[in-house]
């Protein structure tokens, strides 16, 4: 079962940050929180993902909660290409395989 | 780096019939993982492989299912005795092991059992 919960849906206007809240509250010590998107009709892309601290690259910024139950996901600005299902996953720190746990994602709809 | 290609794009079978999808993985990538997606779900694991090892099974992969990876290159998934129920979008992924590890995904194979 996934371990993380996430809205169904959520829009947002074209040009204006994306912010994609996750809730992870029994993550452990030593998962990653993750986040892939998948656009209709292709693979899951890979985001971004953080243990602790906030993470920022090209495509988006994570922060994660100090307790570490609950994430955010921001794309600073939002563009009709960047619709898709978004996937919060926490996956274990070991050197034994990365079978992340998909859950339903949020679908993020960007409008003009 | 030209990505993980998958081949075919779609397959299209009667019930009965064998069908078997492969995958080409970034070079360099030590593993190799398969998924399925059905429709309006997240991908699910079936299994994945470091090098040539198969290392991890889900209870999802049944006995009609078996997957190779010879000499720790590409990869096949086979499917024996298709059922309507395996159809779904079968996607392969790839990945350098170590910690953070970062999952590169293909585009999937599609398939439809008739």
């Known amino acids: 079962d996934a371990k993380t919960t996430q809205p169904t849906s959520m829009d947002c206007a074209e040009g204006r940050a994306a912010n994609l809240p996750c809730n992870h509250s029994?993550?452990?010590?030593?998962?990653?929180v993750y986040w892939y998107r998948q656009i209709h009709s292709q693979g899951p892309q890979y985001i971004i993902h953080?243990?602790?601290n906030n993470e920022t690259n090209e495509m988006a910024s994570l922060i994660i909660t100090e307790d570490r139950k609950s994430s955010t996901l921001i794309l600073p600005h939002a563009t009709l290409r960047d619709t898709a299902v978004y996937y919060c996953?926490?996956?274990?720190?070991?050197?034994?395989?990365?079978?992340?746990?998909f859950g339903g994602g949020t679908r993020l709809m960007v409008k003009p | 780096d030209t990505g993980v290609s998958q081949d075919p794009r779609h397959k299209i079978t009667k019930r009965g019939q064998n069908v078997t999808f492969r995958c080409d993985p970034i070079s360099e990538h030590n593993r190799l993982y398969w998924y399925r997606q059905t429709l309006g779900q997240g991908p699910e694991f079936l299994t994945y492989?470091?090098?040539?090892?198969?290392?991890?099974k889900s209870r999802l992969l049944s006995d009609r299912f078996s997957a190779e990876r010879p000499k720790g290159s590409f990869s096949t998934l086979e499917i024996q005795r298709t059922e309507q129920g395996d159809s779904a979008m079968y996607l392969c992924?790839?990945?350098?092991?170590?910690?953070?590890?970062?999952?590169?995904f293909g585009s999937g194979t599609q398939l439809s059992v008739l």
């Open positions: 492989f470091q090098n040539e090892a198969q290392l991890e």
């Open positions: 953080g243990l602790k």
């Open positions: 029994t993550i452990s010590g030593n998962e990653y």
């Open positions: 992924a790839s990945s350098v092991s170590g910690w953070g590890e970062k999952l590169f």
């Open positions: 996953i926490v996956s274990g720190l070991n050197n034994a395989g990365n079978m992340l746990t």
